[in-house]
């Protein structure tokens, strides 16, 4: 961890930094994994020693978010990690999938907030509420950060509650068109996809997917300035006004919001989420 140098100083060598970011196992539950789960926490454990844990101080100095770990990030299996090979996910078990939640945390809790809006919401949401041919469309190149999502619920006056949820989609030919606002939803000012839940005509929220993101006409995301915490994920405000969204894009199984299909995943995510290491829980 330290050495001495001749003049007396100490100094700190980089592998004992990062040998001690690693959390203790005071209860030595590493001995109840299976080898597949100590396989995959060994693997991404060694990711985030490489490459998150060297530059996570700096990208929270400037408030900017991590792109280059991105593919790096992708070939861990992380992303969609529960979900079947069937769509490019690595079909791991709840336990596996949660230990390496964790370990993104202790590197980066601003990289495990990215994850659990790609991974955990816009993701799962297709998964769960979306057609075969949604999931099959963006699901692989989620899995492998080739392509982002974001989640769009919570909104300036109803917060997170859906009763009281001002976005509207209205039915016109060919689709629907959404105009409303949405705050605080990571990673949609680089989005490729984005979830966007909307009161329908006969007052039953409905789930839609913007495809484009910011290049879409009527979509706009602006990044919210001066946080405090998790400088890196950037979270942003929405605004969209008269914008299209084609019949084959509305979330066919998201018939009210939809959320209780989240549910089953939900401890996975918890399992890492909010654990950064000491330190660093505002990374």
């Known amino acids: 961890m330290e050495k001495t140098r001749r003049d007396g100083a100490m100094t700190m ?3 004992g930094t990062r040998k001690d970011t690693r959390p203790a196992d005071f209860v ?10 100590a396989r995959v926490r060994d693997e991404v454990r060694a990711f985030v020693d490489e490459h998150v844990i060297p530059g996570a101080a700096e990208h929270w100095d400037r408030a900017e978010f991590p792109f280059e770990v991105l593919p790096k990030l992708g070939e861990t299996g992380v992303m969609g990690g529960v ?3 069937e769509y490019g996910c690595a079909g791991w078990s709840n336990v596996a999938y949660g230990l390496a939640i964790q370990e993104i945390a202790r590197g980066s809790g601003s990289l495990a907030t990215f994850l659990h809006v790609q ?3 816009a993701m799962t949401a297709i998964h769960e509420l979306g057609s075969e041919a949604q999931k099959h469309k963006w699901l692989p190149p989620m ?3 080739e392509k982002i999502g974001c989640f769009g619920l919570t909104e300036p006056n109803a917060g997170s509650d859906p009763s009281s949820m001002e976005t509207t989609a209205k039915i016109v030919e060919g689709g629907y068109i959404l105009d409303g606002e949405k705050r605080w939803i990571g990673n949609a000012s680089f989005s490729d996809v984005a979830v966007i839940w909307a009161r329908m005509d006969d007052g039953k929220v409905g ?3 913007v495809e484009g993101g ?6 706009k995301a602006d990044v919210l300035p001066r946080k405090g915490s998790q400088r890196s994920a950037w979270q942003t405000h929405i605004t969209m006004k008269n914008c299209f969204v084609a019949e084959e894009n509305r979330l066919p199984k ?9 549910d089953p995943h939900a401890f996975a995510i918890r399992g890492g989420m909010g654990r950064p290491r000491t330190g660093d829980g505002l990374l």
């Open 13 to 15: 060598t980089p592998e």
């Open 28 to 37: 030595r539950s590493g001995v109840l994994l299976s080898e597949e789960e």
């Open 83 to 85: 979900f079947g090979e």
């Open 119 to 121: 991974s955990g919401l």
């Open 143 to 145: 899995a492998k950060c």
């Open 207 to 209: 789930g839609f997917l």
């Open 214 to 219: 910011v290049d879409v006409e009527g979509f």
């Open 254 to 262: 998201a018939t009210s919001l939809g959320l209780d299909a989240l």
